[in-house]
Nanobody
Framework: QVQLVESGGGLVQAGGSLRLSCAAS????????MGWFRQAPGKEREFVAA????????SYLDSVKGRFTISRDNAKNTVYLQMNSLKPEDTAVYYC????????????WGQGTQVTVSS
């Protein structure tokens, strides 16, 4: 059974940094896409970033380009989201997702981790 466990969220001031981690288990992810999504209060969930496990395809939400970096560690079966220059509008619950189909379609989801950016 696939499990995705996020960690690394917290409270940070605007301009600060956080690194989210997503530990994946339960199958081989070598052909999978791994994504990060977020959902702010009262808003729909939105795509933030994604990477194919092979590392050859990466995509970002326009508003996070240049500030966020997605990466993966094959040995640890973990995907990371390094978030720099954080803004209050980045405040949301961040979810990790995994799936075999594409950068935008996912079958498995983590429980989410809260990121709060104060102004």
């Amino acid at each position: 059974q696939v499990q995705l466990v996020e960690s690394g969220g917290g409270l940070v001031q605007a301009g600060g940094s956080l690194r989210l981690s997503c530990a994946a288990s339960g199958r081989t992810f070598s052909s999978y896409f791994m994504g990060w999504f977020r959902q702010a209060p009262g808003k729909e969930r939105e795509f933030v970033a994604a990477i194919r496990w092979s590392g050859d395809i990466i995509s970002y939400l326009d508003s996070v380009k240049g500030r966020f970096t997605i990466s993966r560690d094959n040995a640890k079966n973990t995907v990371y989201l390094q978030m720099n220059s954080l803004k209050p509008e980045d405040t949301a619950v961040y979810y990790c997702a995994a799936g075999p189909k594409s950068l935008r379609e996912y079958d498995y989801w983590g429980q989410g981790t809260q990121v709060t950016v104060s102004s």
